[in-house]
């Protein structure tokens, strides 16, 4: 289809491995998001981009969270050393700008670290 | 103080009852204001943006008090189909961050 894809949908891992969650956006989307969310709670803001550039990363929880969208398009978050408190639904949406608010959602990954 | 605040209920209200949420924002500087849905184990979707005049599409009214800082969303009429989390979301002021509340649970019974 033609919207969001986040892969995988479901990543079991064990502590201290590294982690890396790819998001494909919608094409023609400039700007994309990095949220997460635990059971219960909204959507974590993580950092998102405009563009190639991260416009805002201050939502990362630490250094072992990174995320990179090289050529403006997919991205992928990468966690490094993952924890068990690292176990969450990570959702990735794009928008066609920045300032519309109107973010659409991939189904999101689910990483479980044992 | 949380950037974001929402009761997150249950509200469980009978079929055709009206309801009405709110959230309260932090930062008095936010311009930008919405309300997403979020069926359960699917992604949140966007349900309305909220205007400084308020807004209404169909069954659904918006409004934003800026002075007490906080958006509400009030829902006519409610279906079974409206049972799922609705989350407030406000921008970062100066950004483009989108900051969600918890949600609130609301249930429709029949």
């Known amino acids: 289809g033609a919207g969001v894809s986040q892969t995988p949908s479901n990543k079991v891992t064990e502590k201290g491995k590294y982690v890396e969650l790819r998001c494909d956006p919608i094409?023609?989307?400039?700007?994309l998001y990095w949220y997460r969310q635990s059971l219960g709670q909204g959507p974590e803001f993580l950092i998102y981009?405009?563009?190639?550039?991260?416009?805002?990363d201050s939502g990362l929880p630490n250094d072992r969270f990174f995320a990179v969208r090289p050529e403006g398009s997919v991205s992928t978050l990468k966690i490094q050393r993952t924890e068990r408190g690292d176990s969450a639904v990570y959702l990735c949406?794009?928008?066609?700008?920045?300032?519309?608010?109107?973010?659409?959602f991939g189904e999101g990954s689910r990483l479980t670290v044992l | 103080r949380k950037e974001v605040e929402q009761d997150p209920g249950p509200f469980n209200v009978p079929e055709g009852a009206t309801v009405a949420f709110n959230c309260t924002y932090s930062?008095?500087?936010?311009?930008?204001f919405f309300w997403y849905r979020q069926d359960c184990r699917k992604e949140p979707k966007l349900l309305m943006s909220?205007?400084?005049s308020g807004n209404e599409d169909g069954r659904f009214t918006a409004q934003l008090n800026r002075a007490s800082q906080y958006i509400s969303l009030l829902i006519r009429d409610s279906k079974l189909s409206d049972s799922a989390t609705y989350l407030c979301?406000?921008?970062?002021?100066?950004?483009?961050?989108?900051?969600f509340g918890t949600g609130t649970r609301l249930k429709v019974l029949a």
């Open positions: 949406a794009s928008s066609p700008t920045v300032n519309t608010g109107e973010l659409f």
């Open positions: 094409s023609g989307h400039t700007a």
């Open positions: 981009f405009q563009g190639t550039g991260a416009a805002d």
């Open positions: 930062n008095s500087a936010s311009q930008s």
């Open positions: 909220v205007y400084s």
């Open positions: 979301v406000v921008n970062g002021p100066g950004t483009y961050k989108y900051i």
